[in-house]
């Protein structure tokens, strides 16, 4: 039978790591061997293992179904453990992926630099920008969720600012004048499901519409330097896939908002609902 040796290299402090080494012959022994890494890496490792092979954390979605999340690889899956599609996956199929294999060499030859070098600033710019927006991301959640708290704290505490702000002054510029402008009156970071046509996706804002029964605006932020109308159409599916989610459980969605943050101002564009794409 075929052997198979699992090592693994765990790291537990700054250049400084531990390496497991299992030999396994069967299934058995290399589920017994991954239980036996995963329990050395969650012990000794600086974070633990993501794990992502399960369903993941069960979510009770704004819907009112439940539905299973695992963060590792953003994937969704119903209680039967069917993978449900995403309203980013969605978008992805209409766009054309970034072809880095075929354009990080002939861009190296022509701009005359080491082909490496120009792959690690094209990660790490990747990177910064990724890190940028889940920053606004988390700090516009935050805003939303404990505003009242927060202004509570800076009252009672006699702070200069609203207790919820980021230390940093640039998100916090960012946070401030986006409550100046379209206020915390919306929830943020809102999952939502139709399980039974295997739709599922979180929305950063969802706003009442007010005086209107059970109708809302599906809202989005973006962090991009600038817009393009590739980038706009991409947007208006994604978010057109979480309005016919919210359609489809009896809701009814006035219309979908992109807000921009360009560095120093935020710009919301509506867009119209547009029907959903094989």
């Given at each position: 039978?075929m052997?198979?040796r699992?090592?693994?290299?765990?790291p537990?402090?700054?250049?400084?790591?531990i390496?497991?080494?299992?030999?396994v012959?069967?299934?058995?022994?290399e589920?017994?061997a991954?239980g036996?890494?995963k329990r050395?890496?969650?012990?000794y490792?600086?974070?633990?293992?993501?794990?992502k092979t399960s369903?993941g954390?069960r979510v009770?979605?704004?819907?009112?179904e439940?539905?299973f999340y695992n963060?590792?690889?953003?994937t969704y899956t119903?209680e039967?453990g069917n993978?449900l599609?995403?309203?980013?996956?969605?978008?992805e199929?209409?766009?054309p992926k970034?072809?880095k294999?075929?354009?990080?060499p002939?861009?190296?030859?022509?701009w005359?630099v080491?082909?490496?070098?120009?792959d690690?600033?094209?990660t790490?710019?990747?990177d910064?920008s990724t890190?940028?927006?889940?920053a606004i991301?988390k700090?516009?959640?935050?805003?939303?969720?404990h505003?009242d708290t927060?202004?509570a704290?800076?009252?009672k505490?006699e702070?200069e600012?609203n207790?919820v702000?980021p230390?940093?002054?640039?998100?916090?510029?960012?946070v401030t004048?986006?409550?100046e402008?379209?206020?915390?009156n919306?929830k943020?970071e809102?999952?939502?499901s139709?399980?039974?046509n295997?739709?599922?996706g979180?929305?950063?804002?969802l706003a009442?519409v007010?005086?209107?029964?059970?109708?809302?605006?599906?809202g989005?932020f973006?962090t991009?330097n600038?817009l393009?109308?590739k980038d706009?159409?991409?947007?208006q599916k994604?978010?057109?896939f979480?309005?016919?989610i919210l359609t489809?459980?009896?809701w009814?969605?006035?219309?979908?908002?992109?807000?921009?943050?360009?560095?120093?101002?935020?710009n919301k564009?509506?867009?119209p609902?547009?029907?959903l794409?094989?």
């Amino acid at each position: 039978s075929m052997k198979l040796r699992i090592e693994a290299t765990i790291p537990v402090m700054n250049y400084g790591n531990i390496r497991p080494s299992i030999d396994v012959s069967s299934p058995d022994e290399e589920a017994e061997a991954m239980g036996i890494i995963k329990r050395l890496w969650d012990a000794y490792g600086e974070q633990p293992i993501k794990d992502k092979t399960s369903g993941g954390v069960r979510v009770e979605t704004f819907t009112g179904e439940v539905v299973f999340y695992n963060e590792a690889n953003h994937t969704y899956t119903d209680e039967k453990g069917n993978r449900l599609l995403s309203g980013s996956k969605y978008a992805e199929k209409f766009s054309p992926k970034f072809d880095k294999a075929l354009l990080l060499p002939k861009t190296a030859k022509s701009w005359e630099v080491d082909e490496k070098s120009l792959d690690e600033i094209w990660t790490l710019n990747g990177d910064i920008s990724t890190c940028f927006g889940n920053a606004i991301h988390k700090a516009l959640e935050l805003a939303h969720k404990h505003w009242d708290t927060g202004l509570a704290i800076q009252t009672k505490k006699e702070f200069e600012k609203n207790y919820v702000l980021p230390k940093n002054e640039f998100i916090a510029d960012a946070v401030t004048k986006f409550v100046e402008q379209f206020g915390v009156n919306a929830k943020s970071e809102v999952m939502v499901s139709d399980v039974s046509n295997g739709m599922v996706g979180t929305i950063d804002r969802l706003a009442y519409v007010e005086g209107k029964n059970k109708t809302v605006r599906v809202g989005d932020f973006k962090t991009n330097n600038e817009l393009s109308k590739k980038d706009l159409d991409k947007y208006q599916k994604q978010l057109s896939f979480y309005a016919h989610i919210l359609t489809n459980k009896g809701w009814e969605v006035e219309g979908l908002d992109i807000f921009h943050w360009d560095g120093t101002t935020w710009n919301k564009i509506e867009l119209p609902i547009v029907p959903l794409e094989a």
